[in-house]
């Protein structure tokens, strides 16, 4: 199949490629050796698909792109207060080249002018210039998921014409921002300006960025996450020089240009563009990557700011425990309970990236329900991420409840591992000694219910084993009837953890549990193994697989000591044969275990519908 | 319950509240009457959840906060290119009162500066000076979401000492940027300075542009959505005069701030802020707003720039026709049938904002699929929005998968009416015309169902009335039982579109289906009435009430003219009685069918786990 968004592409490039204006830049004698006709466009969603036409695989020179990229490496290495003391972050709206220093601090205006970038990469710490150089490469090949090396040729012919560098390297030095001899640091801006890359490598570093740092081909983070937003930062308000407004007027993406015709373009959180095309327009920047980055922004509605809101925010489905029960098997009277009062159980599914905007949601809806709420259970299953603020708002609505009496349940917080340091942090103690956490939702419901039940004045399960005549399978039948039917059953004993049935099997008795507890697993023990339902006293199962014949569907364990008693598919039929009217009324009591069990799934199906 | 947002808001107020750094302004002296005390933040959500504290309701004058407002209005009466021509969109570099005009055209950098806001304001269409002034109040009352009016005192205040802005208007006249005379334009611009806002307002309108153009307490659009963009772009360009790159890198999010003491920042997608305290600073913005709006950021994390990509975009849920099935009633032979070769069906649940970078993802499920797919069902039930872009992406992908002979399916699409705009623009024709739309995913998944088995040779439903013996719930009845049991019958005769169960009924017949066709409904002909089965000839319905002896859990109606042959519950027990045999195997049928049901509706269940 023949990808619509490469098709787009195709078609873009392919309109693009007579846009033959603008000259190959040529002030570095060893750039103007590239052909001119030169031609590539590279789109990475920050979910790692790669989308490429045309020449993405030739190598050239990184140039002024490399900017943004040290940048982030120095505020990595220095952090944000020793960087911002030696580079400002405020446009300069002068060409590339320009000096702008800051009156009095000496300060460049910002890292994206060559003053400012060469200041910064006097902040790419290491003993040698070796060891430098590779802090450098290091970072660089990092963000391109590929090992990056240096154009030796390019950089040569950078060293022996970048004369303005030096002066400006100089002036640094005489204004106390670059504090040792200048020639060793604009070495190694040469040096990051002459690192070879690809157009792919360009969509791939640019997606690592709106990907908050983490490469989302290598998953691996190449910068730490809180500097991401600084690095688009000076990208959005100084990386087009003094075509910065218009940049982003037209286009809403920060981005870097470099003179060897290279253009980088992040739409945070979504995607980045890289495109490859090296003749310049007068403000440098590549004449062909300048109207692909328009094109795709308006045909594919890419402007940061055209952004519509969210209702739903992290809230995926949002149920009762009125609606929705736990896998635990109930009597009659039980079921009957929690339909009345199981509105006080609400569970929230959360989901995608948890912020702020999408957490205030949950906190809205808790503060809209909180009069009907005695427990609730948050479900992390489909949730991607969660940043600091929204763990806190977490931990404050958890906080809050539980000091009302109320309970919070937490599952499945294993993929949030953020959410328990901000829980422990603040707790002084762990999230667990709080907080009730389950692996699942289902035992964190049946946690609920159980409570909802007590409170209601559930009668405490027995402990003794049930008489036949308590057995709702038995219901009708009389004294000489039951013990008719007692006759035809063999009992079992089981210890904790053995396998009473396994999934596949052919057999076909079905169980009356005496003594013990007794769950249905679906999956292996290896594979994702799901609690289907657990059993107690009193209770039958393994009738399905009696009825018709089926293998069994799922396995079912002992959670403890287990006696039972068991009816074979002989016995059964036996049954028919012997005492009709028995088997009638088991018949009829099993078909209206049976029915009840479909409405309640039907019910729970409309849920999620 | 106290909300933990509004909790964080207090706290900061509280905190902030000693902050006395700064003047009141006092060039236009009816400002220096204010209150220094003064001091309201307002968080409002583009979903529309409104978070205040202080004096989120005292008046106050809007000042240069109108700004990006009459840009929008200008944009929406003018159209982009009118006013390009008479204003740039480059930040100046400059303070809010610069006259920073460009060299040659002698157009104002930009419309957040003075001189650019008097060239947008001669751009606010009208026959009178009253007829301008009401299209201004009419648009600011929009995006607040309540009628607005101009603070008349203020504005004979600005009038009278407006000398600088008359100035400027005759400098913009004597550039031909203006070409009427200039003092009806700059005495607009003096009453669109003067309008009285609150806090609060502030907040909302800031949403209203976080959430591209939708009030979101009146759900009413205050411009279009296409200019917000533009809105904003100025906003993070030139927002916040010479302090723009420090701004968007501490704070990252467009804002505009007045000298009355008010600062309006918008996370684009999410929330909105209003902050008022008269207090400024050198720069002429609210000491207290700015570091309200960096401490919001800061600890809520905020910045624009930080985000992290999200892999799922716009799919919920993906699952295929093997896995779940339409809620028509399938024989044990076409269920099989369904189970080998259902994977050919692919449903997509998609959701939220479709653009560009969300649907990339259902692209890429389809590619990856593609070998595997014949009926792709698209759900949009929970979208909440789609872009020409995403709409476009649709439309190739489904127009491309039916040029290969396969089938797209739409359901729901009525929610996203772009979308067949998009379809009926690109294909000349109506949606419906090329495509198959379905109002539920149910009745789409039978529709696939349906061709998938009749591509595998499955018999075509036999349209003559079935013999008892064909009839799955009497096997294993010898001819005598059948004869004894069709005597137990009553025939029942139904017109099209007959109730034949209602829901709540206690009444408990068991229905044979002999002609025609029935479904299965939940929820009223008004509430949202949702199929739950469809049952043709030789099935059997109504079983579960007789059963169970509980009300009827759903409506049943005739699809066609309908003939049945019922089983009531008195002519069951009758046959318990006179015929035991005959009881035991319907109850061993009905058992089973009941099974199969279990099984496949907790095999669904799994799925939307």
Redesign the interface.
Known sequence: ?????L??LRRLHAELTDLRDGEVATYIPELGRADPEWFGICVV?????VYEIGQTDIEFTIQSISKPFVYGLALEDNGREDVLAKV??????DAFNSISLEPGTGRPL?PMINAGAIATASLVPGETALSRQRRLLHGFSSFAGRPLAIDETVYNSESETGHRNRAIGHMLRNFGILTEAPDPTVELYFQQCSISVTCRDLGVMA?TL???G?N?LTAKQAVR??Y???M???M???GMY?????W??KV?M?AKSGVSGGILAV?????GIGVFSPRLDSHGNSVRGIKVCEALSQ???????????????AIRLHFTGAKVNSRRVRSSTEAATLQRHGHRIQVVQLQ??M???TT??V??L??ER?DDLDYLVLDFKHV??I????AR?VY??AT?LQA?GRHVLFTRSDRVPLLARVFRHKLGTDFEERFISFEE?DPALEWCEERVLAARGAPIPDQKPPRLVDIDLLRGLTGEELDIFGDHLERQQFAEHDLIIQVGEEAGELFILFEGRVSVF?GSENVQR?R?ATFSPGMVFG??SM??R?PR?ATIQADSPVVCRVLTREAFDRL?VEH??I??KL??N???A??????K??L???V??
Chains 1, 2 share one sequence.
């Open positions: 199949m023949t990808s619509p968004i098709d787009f969603t920050a979910g790692g698909h400002g972050v405020e446009p300069s709206g910002n997606a709106a990907n908050r983490v989302p996450g809180e991401v937003a600084d688009l930062s000076v959005n308000s100084c003094d075509w910065a407004g218009e982003i007027y809403g920060p739409l945070p959180g979504q995607l045909r594919l509605d890419l402007h940061m700011f055209n952004r519509r809101g969210s209702r739903q925010g995608g990236n912020t702020f905007a205030e949601a906190a809205h808790v503060a909180h991607l991420s940043n600091d603020t929204a708002l404050e609505l809050q009302e939702e679906v799901r289907l009738e399905m009825i018709d089926s569907s028919g009709p009217s088997k009638i018949l009829e099993l078909s209206q049976l029915s009840r069990k479909l409405r799934a039907n729970e199906l409309s999620f519908d």
